[in-house]
């Protein structure tokens, strides 16, 4: 799993490319989370592209985010998830956290 962080003081992307999984939730949350704590954008953008394969770890990065932002005034988006992330994602419920494709952010 790689994680490019983009942008700083309105908004942040974290770009996800590879693997999201127990194994490597945790170092994109520090990463992320060190980029929020460091600028405390309004919005949090992540990019799931390139993202390979999705369990609930994923699901547990999204909604960390998501407390995060709350604390900052924030929220956290969800930009071009793979298919597979989306599956996931809508699963879980999580759906309205999804930009449709016709936004641009």
Known sequence: M??????????????LCGELDHHTAA????????????????????????VTF??????GLLLGRQRVMEMYGGKVRVKNPS????????????QSMIIPEKCKV
């Open 27 to 50: 170092a994109a949350r520090e990463l992320i989370d060190a980029r929020l704590e460091r600028c405390t954008p309004k919005l949090c953008i992540i990019d799931m592209a390139g």
């Open 83 to 94: 298919r597979h992330a989306e599956k996931i994602i809508k699963l879980a419920g999580l």
């Open 2 to 15: 790689t994680v490019e962080m983009i942008g700083g003081e309105e908004h942040i992307t974290a770009v």
């Open 54 to 59: 999705m369990d609930s770890s994923g699901i």
